[in-house]
């Protein structure tokens, strides 16, 4: 049987991987210059195929040098070098972002944080208001520069009331500022009745197609809750006077809130044009102290030049296509009705697509055509079997193409269509995520018990021998590298319950999603992922070793300090 191409290439990895272990420690010895640091002290998970754990690593000139015995690599050192003792803590790979936007992260640390627990105070409707309210005494620069308040994180399915807020209950909060509410899937939102009147809503207005405005009883006045490119005619309202100057703040702010979470790689997984403008910006000012790739909305582009290269940690690494939206705010596109449709709805309600087969297909040959890695956010089934058939004509026609086409989140795969991705070479971006913020509310609203247990199928990829990445979407959910770790491994819901344990992983494997393997994803497993001599010195200190505690603790993990080539780009605040 012919191996795919991912296959191969980790076991390409294995055999340098190998090749290192047996001589990293002494390889960089004789006439070499003395490192730059030297970190020892605590075990260095390399994360090479062979899964070693070493005792120090060197960098030299923002590269690894040499990894190995604490004795061999520190007598590689001179006066000159930086020591630098763990004391006990572990050394791994930076994290490599599989998705996530990072402008929005930077629009999500200037809101209002009305997030739910653990990660915010948003749990009831009075709870939001409450938060928006001492929000706005603040004078915030967003109501400043944009004449808007913002609320971001929202989540209904954790709200006492168990539903969205209204337009009449943010008109409490305040009727002379207009208010918009971005839920915590960034595919809803809520306005207050003059963000309505100001984004030009009102009970004459269409729906757009992929989305939709919810109504009153009288089937007209919108009640301030929108879905999908309704919800994104109210962002685009609110934004429109952003100025270049806050975009670039933004920019900034979410690849710092990455670093912090000890990503040395980022993502903006829908870039419009005038945040990759900001990013483009921020890259030729030296400003952005991690590498960031951006893959712009298709839809909102005729062409686009992209790069596998960095200038100034910046590059274009292909295009995204949305086809549906959200589980979790039930407009994801399934085969079979949601376990309880929300409300307006038929009980043989199964979402819809965001865009038509037609524009799936055509966009999808497009990239292969141009050679575009592509990136297609499919939550629901009937989405991914949409994204299947477009990628297999493309693939009849453009057999060679080596694009690496990624789908993003797959939360309702069947196992059948897992087969489907390892055919296709599809790499599946995994939101086990999911499983902590959502499990329960999977299980018992959007797919019921059955079809819950197979969210995010992680157990079906590794029987395939396939990788994958696991990722956290932020701003959906925080960008916590440790909560993405223990979901993958543990998917433990919020009421405590194992979400469907067959498809939990070991920590070793838990981590590789988190490194190598999106280091594959983005083509830059050769510099990327892992701790081996001749690849770029991005490193994290974790406050544990996650391989030597109970899984329970996963998510108490804390970053101590991330490194960029070598250098300190975020530390921990004892």
Not at 88 to 115: C, Y
């Amino acid at each position: 049987m012919q191996l795919s191409r991912a296959i191969k290439a980790v076991f390409r990895n294995t055999i340098r991987s190998t090749l290192c272990g047996a001589f990293c420690a002494v390889i960089s010895l004789p006439g070499v210059a003395a490192p730059d640091k030297v970190f020892f002290g605590g075990p260095v998970i390399t994360m090479d195929a062979g899964g070693s754990v070493v005792e120090a690593l060197a960098v030299e000139d923002g590269r690894i040098v040499a990894v190995g015995d604490s004795a061999t690599v520190l007598a590689l050192a001179d006066g000159d070098t930086q020591r630098i003792d763990l004391d006990g803590a572990p050394l791994l790979p930076g994290f490599v972002d599989s998705h996530s936007h990072a402008n929005f992260i930077g629009l999500q640390s200037m809101s209002g944080n009305i997030l739910p627990p653990p990660d915010g105070g948003g749990a009831s409707v009075a709870d939001i208001q409450r938060i928006l309210r001492d929000y706005m005494k603040s004078e915030p620069a967003l109501e400043r520069e944009l004449g808007w308040v913002i609320g971001f994180g929202y989540d209904d399915s954790q709200l006492a009331e168990q539903r969205h807020p209204t337009r009449q209950e943010m008109d409490a909060v305040s009727s002379e500022v207009p208010i918009l509410l971005i839920h915590q899937s960034g595919h809803l939102g809520v306005a207050n009745s003059l963000g309505l009147k100001l984004a030009g809503v009102g009970p004459d207005t269409p729906d757009p197609d992929g989305g939709a405005f919810r109504r009153e009883s009288d089937g007209k006045q919108p009640n301030g809750v929108a879905e999908e490119y309704a919800f994104f005619r109210l962002i685009f309202a609110a934004l429109a006077a952003s100025s270049e100057e806050l975009q670039d703040r933004m920019s900034i702010a979410g690849a710092a809130t990455m670093a912090s979470y000890g990503y040395t790689t980022a993502q903006e997984g829908r870039a419009n044009p005038e945040g990759m403008a900001s990013l483009q910006r921020v890259a030729d000012r030296g400003e952005l102290k991690i590498d960031l790739v951006s893959y712009p909305d298709m839809l909102m582009l005729e062409d686009v030049t992209t790069s596998r290269s960095y200038e100034n940690r910046y590059r274009v690494g292909g295009v995204k296509l949305t086809i549906d939206g959200s589980p979790q705010g039930k407009t994801a596109w399934l085969s079979h009705a949601y376990h309880v449709p929300p409300d307006g709805q038929e009980e043989d309600y199964v979402g819809y697509p965001a865009i038509d087969v037609d524009t799936v297909n055509s966009n999808v040959m497009r990239a292969f055509e141009n050679g575009w890695q592509i990136l297609v956010h499919s939550n629901g089934d009937a989405a991914t079997d949409t994204l299947l058939s477009a990628v297999r004509m493309a693939r009849e026609k453009h057999p060679d193409a080596e694009i690496r086409p990624v789908l993003i989140h797959g939360q309702v795969l069947r196992k059948e269509q897992v087969a489907s991705l390892d055919e296709l070479d599809i790499f599946p971006s995994l939101f086990p995520m999911h499983t902590f913020y959502w499990g329960d509310w999977h299980r018992d609203s959007v797919l019921g018990p059955e079809r819950a247990q197979n969210i995010s199928p992680t157990g079906w990829v590794l029987e395939r021998g396939m990788m994958f990445g696991s990722h956290h979407d932020a701003p959906v959910a925080n960008p916590d590298s440790m909560r993405v770790l223990s979901a993958t491994v543990t998917r433990i819901t919020r009421s405590g319950e194992v979400l469907g344990p067959q498809h939990r992983v070991d920590v070793m494997t838990g981590l590789r999603a988190l490194t190598i393997w999106p280091a594959w994803q983005h083509f830059e497993e050769e510099n990327k992922g892992s701790l081996e001599i001749g690849k770029l010195a991005d490193l994290v200190v974790l406050s544990e070793n996650p391989l030597a505690i109970d899984t329970s603790r996963l998510a108490d993990l804390k970053i101590v300090s991330t490194y960029k080539e070598g250098q300190v780009v975020y530390q921990r605040d004892e």
